[in-house]
């Protein structure tokens, strides 16, 4: 079983729409989870950091459920712009700062 | 803003070869890490440094080794490059010799690697 699992999607998303998706992790230590977000053939950019009380970020809402180990990112009002792959990033414990990585999923968001 | 930067975006070498990957950062960040990325597979990491001269094995070490002999720098490099090692390498940075929590990494342009 991967370390961290996203649906690959694409989820394609009607602009001004409100999308929605899960990232599952297997080691019920972690203590750190992040949204990434990258865009096609460019680097990885830090999106939001994820709180254990959930936390909001303009149009972006991040929960964390560490009783079913998964983090949820929801995009509100969508934008074209907003298309892009979302990459799911759990730091793993112990671990002088390691990151574990999902493979992303793709959000398409059409006119 | 953390600056991370790659010496190349995009680098053609032959089977073989050994090829050097530079990456610089300008945030005095203890932490630098090299991941490769490929289709479907996500990042994986190669190596990590936490401090000058010291360097860990991260999933995928074999094939590699790093250098860290100045805070700011991490090199990576392919000893003997193959066909299998074409792909697109990051290096990212972060703060903290300590273990802390929500210290986020900050990523380089990358570097596409094509090994002919």
């Known amino acids: 079983r991967k370390e961290v699992e996203q649906d690959p999607g694409p989820f394609n998303v009607p602009e001004g729409a409100t999308v929605a998706f899960n990232c599952t992790y297997s080691n019920s230590a972690s203590q750190s989870f992040f949204w990434y977000r990258q865009d096609c053939r460019k680097e990885p950019k830090l999106l939001m950091s994820?709180?254990?009380s959930g936390n909001e970020d303009g149009r972006f809402t991040a929960q964390l459920n560490r009783a079913s180990q998964y983090i949820s990112l929801l995009i509100r009002d969508s934008k074209l712009s907003d298309s892009a792959t979302y990459l799911c990033v759990v730091k793993k414990p112990d671990s002088w700062g390691k990151l574990q990585f999902g493979a992303g999923t793709q959000v398409v968001v059409t006119p | 803003d953390v600056k991370v930067t790659q010496s190349s975006r995009y680098l053609v070498k032959r089977t073989g070869e050994k090829v050097f990957l530079e990456c610089v950062q300008d945030?005095?960040?203890?932490?630098m890490f090299w991941y490769r990325q490929d289709p479907g597979l996500g990042l994986r990491l190669i190596y990590f440094s936490y401090d000058v001269k010291m360097k860990e094995k991260g999933d995928i070490p074999e094939g590699y080794s790093v250098s860290r002999e100045k805070k700011e720098r991490f090199s990576l490099i392919l000893e003997s490059a193959s066909t299998n090692q074409t792909s697109m390498y990051l290096c990212?940075?972060?703060?903290?010799?300590?273990?802390?929590?929500?210290?986020?990494?900050?990523f380089g342009d990358g570097t596409r690697l094509s090994i002919l």
């Open positions: 994820v709180y254990s």
């Open positions: 990212a940075s972060s703060l903290g010799i300590l273990d802390r929590d929500h210290q986020p990494q900050h």
């Open positions: 945030m005095d960040h203890e932490n």
